[in-house]
């Protein structure tokens, strides 16, 4: 019988959750690396026991854990990040000049095809590549170089690449975001990169439809339709169906169009989640109301997402990795909160619960379909 | 026999107890301190000073014999109650509260 793993990063600490396909009844185990943040967990496609963690805090720095026992038990493997050549700089908050340094890696991508091959996503941005199972990494210096990066600026969470999309139909091509630089794509295996920003207008920005310079949140692709990309940006949902070549706004009906999470159906390819935020400023939901909306159309027409969520007096926020998806035949979707709550759907956002309701605030989650 | 204490998620990460004992050879000094650490916990690299600069992390001390010796040269000898063993070599983290220790004032939440 199917079952599925819930892998939840937290501000002090990592969980597993597991249920079988019923998903009603929940094992928690955790927290591993307890005190720790723990940006992002995920494991590999092509050995689902095979976990990665990224764990770190402002004293110690960073550390990546693995897993090859499905989060029972962890080693710590390579941590260091060693930007190529000389670094360099990138703009600061007022615009100024500022030195690239290392801080911590937002986001591990396994390979589709090999466990022992993992991309990292850092801050300050820039993406790592192991082929030995996380014990040395290398950058994959070519999108720091493409010469854009004295223009890239941080967001309010650093200036961190935080998306990872690995191609299923072409293993030369790899889409990565970042805070506040926006997307970039390779063709080549990560030699050369290329800005995929075309269509995409913030007024936070000195020309708002510049080459670089976007806070692009998170961005969801599903397997089947690799071309097909949605994002959500600072403000503005938009999607393309180019490979990122050009971008329409399908914000549409949504109450606020700021937000961080989006996600695709498991089997529906034009069915796409996102949590509205009520402002940059104001990183809880509008009207108290926790609602996800669900769009069947790609965009522009969206329907509220209500019942099991609170639906006043709630003033959490729905992080960039915090939402999930599972690939039961009924599409499981979950996220996580700022307040520790971690909330599951079974039946593609139909009717939520959460699963745990006190973890630390929520970073990121992850969901792995068993056999 | 060099005697450490270490922060406690540093001895969860080493897997050790309470004190570390360490025999150095030649002088006793932070960084030799440090590496014959690093050398026997590998786990520990980075972690207390950096991979590249083998610079001390910013929000970590080293206190012994009631002196705060963080901005030392790690060249310089250690006390001698620490090379001796009476004494140890204390690695601290910062009191920071439970801000994000990141930018002064901390930062939000990921933003």
Redesign the interface.
């Known amino acids: 019988m199917s079952k599925v793993r819930v892998l939840v990063g937290t ?1 002090k600490g990592g969980f597993v959750l597991t249920s079988d396909a019923k998903r009603e009844k929940w094992d928690v185990s955790g927290p591993h690396f307890a ?2 943040e723990i940006y992002h967990l995920k494991g590999s496609p092509a050995d689902p026991n095979r976990l990665y963690a990224s764990q770190s ?7 990546i854990q693995r897993s090859n026992d499905g989060g029972k038990t962890w080693e ?1 493997v390579g ?2 990040f ?1 930007y190529d050549g000389v670094p360099g700089t990138h703009q600061w908050y007022d615009g100024t000049p500022h030195p690239w340094e290392f ?1 911590r890696v937002w986001h591990l991508e396994p390979s589709l095809t090999d466990p022992d091959t993992v991309y990292a996503g850092a801050e300050d941005a820039a993406l790592f590549r192991s082929t030995d199972a996380g014990q040395t990494w290398q950058e994959l210096s070519g999108l720091r170089g493409h010469g854009s990066g004295p223009r890239w600026q941080p ?4 200036m961190c690449l935080h998306t990872i999309i690995l191609d299923p139909s072409n293993p030369d091509r790899i889409f990565i975001a970042i ?1 506040a630089a926006g997307a970039f794509r390779t063709d080549d295996g990560g030699v050369t990169w290329q800005p995929i920003n075309r269509g995409l207008r913030s007024e936070q920005i000195p020309e708002p439809t510049a080459e670089v310079g976007h806070c692009v949140h998170h961005i969801a692709m599903h397997p089947s339709r690799p071309g097909v990309l949605f994002m959500q940006k600072h403000w503005d949902v938009m999607r393309s169906d180019n490979a990122g070549e050009s971008w329409q706004e399908v914000s549409g009906s949504l109450p606020s169009d700021f937000g ?1 999470a989006i996600d695709v159906h498991a089997h529906e390819p034009e069915t796409i989640y996102v949590v509205p935020i009520k402002s940059d400023s104001e ?1 809880y939901p509008p009207d108290g109301k926790l609602r996800v909306y669900r769009s069947r159309t790609g965009g522009n027409e969206w329907e509220a997402l209500t019942k099991g969520l609170p639906q006043s007096d709630c003033y959490v ?1 729905v ?2 990795d915090a939402m999930a998806v599972d690939s039961l035949d009924s599409c499981g979707v979950y996220f996580g909160t ?1 307040g520790g709550q971690v909330y599951a759907s079974a039946d593609a956002g139909d009717n939520w619960a959460p699963i745990v309701r006190d973890l630390p ?1 929520v ?1 990121s989650v992850e969901v792995q379909t068993l056999a | 026999m060099i005697r450490v204490i270490l ?1 406690p ?2 001895r969860t ?1 080493a897997q050790v107890g309470g004190e570390v004992e360490l025999t150095v050879e030649g002088a006793v000094t932070l960084r030799s301190v440090l590496d014959t650490l690093e050398a026997r916990y590998p ?1 520990l ?4 000073r ?3 600069t083998q610079q001390r ?1 910013p ?2 001390r080293f206190f012994a014999c009631e002196q705060d010796l963080s901005h030392d040269s790690p060249d310089t000898p250690l006390p001698d109650a620490v090379a001796s063993g009476a004494e140890p070599l204390i690695v601290l ?2 009191i ?1 509260g439970g801000c ?3 930018i002064p004032g901390g ?5």
């Open positions: 501000h005190g720790w805090t402002g004293w110690f720095g960073q550390l710590p941590n260091k060693v801080k967001g309010a969470g650093g805070s961080f990183h926020n992080l960039r700022t605030a970073l | 922060p998620h540093l990460l786990m690299r980075g972690t207390i950096d991979h590249v992390r929000f970590l983290g910062a920071a994000s220790p990141h930062q939000p939440l990921q933003g």
